[in-house]
């Protein structure tokens, strides 16, 4: 063991001494957890004390100890036995540190089943113009940092011959702001923003984390899963008219990980951001094909266990057709409560708290299930310590989820504890719906191989994000942009006629000009419209960048006279997108109407011609 002691006070400490005290075996984990604030009844063996210096204030010492096999401990029976190594100054204790040391008298018949899951996330930070709005990302992925010491310690594990299989729950929106912040990026701070070159600072830690990403997903140890792509919160999307997004974020989440790293992703496996779920969510994943979930403690409501042990890892949502793996609540309590202590002894405190599940019935087939989930407050500093000792005790069997459900299949039903019922405003809803209708209408305008309405789709899936549930502002940003992108794009069209015209018998038409000053090419028609038209017909338009066209458009006319008409462009999905107007005199002939007038004066003429016809003799009266 090793150790540092520090004075943090004003006052020196004189007649320092260490003090190792070892307690008898603790046979339950209400006993152990216990244990960690207080001293136990019995003592098997306390180490002699040893002197140090004067300790001034602000003053550090480190120092190592080593343990030996005494006489208290039980060589028949493995278990955990209770430590604790405390600061003396002369006879009283100024500081203590307590820890469990697991003693093994044989290798474990039947290890302990575990499915372990790393979920590896970080909100959006990033606005829709790409400028970072904190530097929250590069500190995780810096020294000390979650990330830097998630990544680490996967790698790790990843590299060993004999490596435990582990699951690494991947947030898609994490891999795509890396992904910015290798190209270099802008970071919003104080007196302006930094701009951070490509292969610098927080660059190059983006670069390396990918890179160590795809090795470590290479690994045969290493099962991925994705998260959908924004992380959004899919109750509130099933719940609040945005259920049909849900598939559509699965499936980019998929995707998106797959490009970025080379993950094969398991299409009946899920992560709920957040674990957050309700019995609406449950059948929509289930009717789109998902068979596990990864949940957290608090998730589902878990019968009591006889004599306080831990219950199965796994239980039966959704009537039946979902099986989710769920973490032990009493251990994932435990580690909240020791993780800001110090992030090595916790990771000591929950190999201690494994140890003692496995002791409960060591000669049982059992299973157990712990979530790093992206809630969770831990430390950069905790991963690697906690991943070796799980990785090298021999009384636990890590496996990947798949193959855990299959050795530990769910044995009953539970319902849910908490249900999720955050739903994002019907405003911020509506506003999100009228966007998309409108790229909709753009994309039917653009060539297919155009990737600008992908582009703001991802913008309008990042507004899904389960933070904007809180901070809708800042979601609406991404709503606003790209909703503001259509309208950049469709401005770009302009279109001109005249301000009246008149129409003869031998007129050459309306003369129309449409012109595109954006960057896309551009499909439209344009098209007149007057309840003085008999047809309404479309003349379809492709126009390349900086390109202008002049159209002569015909009309059949009803009659003559003088009127309005309107010149529409219209999308190829229907939706009107620019308008002009124009007066209109006709003094065109109608030729059906000539005829039926032409055919009117003849019946006319014929009928007067009459009266010069001598008529038959009337016969006379007698």
Request: charged letters at 20%; glycine letters at 10%; a negative charge.
């Amino acid at each position: 063991m090793r150790f540092r002691a520090q004075n943090l006070g004003t006052t020196p400490l004189d007649e320092l001494a260490i003090g190792v005290t070892l307690y008898s075996r603790v046979l339950t984990r209400s006993a152990y957890e216990a244990s960690l604030a207080s001293d136990p009844s019995i003592v098997i063996d306390g180490a002699p004390c040893r002197g140090t210096a004067r300790s001034r204030p602000a003053r550090r010492g480190t120092s190592r100890s080593r343990l030996t096999l005494g006489p208290g401990i039980d060589t028949d029976h493995s278990g955990v036995y209770p430590l604790k190594i405390d600061l003396r100054s002369g006879i009283d204790s100024v500081a203590a540190l307590r820890t469990p040391a697991i003693f093994l008298v044989r290798e474990p018949e039947i290890p302990l089943g575990l499915s372990w899951t790393f979920v590896l996330s970080h909100p959006i930070t990033f606005a829709p113009d790409g400028t970072f709005s904190d530097p929250s990302l590069e500190l995780a992925l810096g020294p000390g940092g979650r990330l830097n010491g998630e990544i680490r310690a996967l790698l790790e594990l990843a590299a060993s011959p004999a490596a435990s299989q582990v699951d690494v729950a991947i947030a898609p929106v994490l891999l795509t702001q890396l992904g910015r912040m290798v190209d270099g990026y802008r970071v919003a701070e104080e007196g302006g923003d930094r701009q951070v070159p490509p292969g610098e600072g927080g660059s190059a830690l983006a670069k390396q984390a990918l890179d160590d990403l795809r090795t470590i997903v290479a690994a045969p140890n290493v099962e991925v899963t994705a998260l959908p792509f924004s992380s959004p919160e899919i109750p509130s999307l099933y719940g609040g008219g945005l259920g049909r997004d849900v598939v559509v974020q699965v499936q980019r989440g998929r995707d998106v990980t797959s490009t970025l790293v080379g993950a094969q992703i398991p299409e009946t496996i899920l992560r709920p951001p957040g674990a957050a779920l309700d019995d609406t969510t449950l059948r929509g994943l289930a009717g789109d094909g998902i068979r596990t979930l990864i949940v957290d403690p608090t998730t589902v409501e878990l019968p009591e266990q006889p004599l306080g042990f831990a219950g199965p890892p796994t239980t039966a949502l959704g009537e039946g057709s979902l099986a989710a793996v769920v973490p032990e609540p009493a251990s994932d309590a435990l580690l909240g409560s020791v993780i800001d202590e110090d992030p090595v002894r916790a990771a000591q405190v929950l190999l201690g708290e494994l140890a003692t599940i496995w002791q409960e019935q060591p000669g049982e087939t059992r299973g157990v299930a712990m979530v790093f989930g992206e809630d969770a407050p831990l430390p950069g500093p905790f991963f690697p310590p906690m991943v070796r000792g799980v990785a090298t005790a021999p009384w636990l069997a890590p496996s990947a989820v798949g193959g855990f459900v299959a050795a530990f299949p769910p044995t009953g039903g539970s319902i849910l504890a908490s249900p999720s019922f955050r739903r994002f405003p019907i405003s911020y809803v509506a506003s999100l719906k009228q966007a998309r209708r409108r790229i909709d209408t753009l994309a039917s305008m653009l060539p297919d191989d155009s990737l600008e309405p992908e582009r703001l789709e991802t913008m309008l899936l990042l507004a899904e994000a389960r933070q904007y549930l809180t901070s809708t502002t800042e979601g609406l940003a991404f709503i606003d942009a790209a909703r503001q992108s259509v309208r950049a794009t469709v401005d770009d069209l302009a279109l001109e006629t005249v301000d009246s015209v008149t129409l003869t018998s031998d007129s050459d038409g309306i003369p129309v000009t449409v012109s595109n000053d954006g960057p896309h090419s551009l499909k439209f028609s344009v098209q007149l419209v007057s309840t003085r038209i008999r047809e309404e017909p479309a003349t379809p338009v492709e126009l390349a960048p900086g390109e202008t066209e002049t159209l002569r458009l015909q009309a059949s006319l009803r009659s003559t006279g003088r009127f309005q008409v309107v010149v529409l462009m219209v999308s190829p999905s229907g939706r009107p997108i620019g308008e002009a107007r124009l007066v209109v005199r006709s003094t065109a002939y109608n030729r059906i109407a000539l005829v039926i007038t032409i055919g009117a004066a003849l019946v006319l003429l014929l009928l007067w011609a009459r009266r010069f016809v001598p008529g038959r003799p009337r016969p006379e009266r007698t």
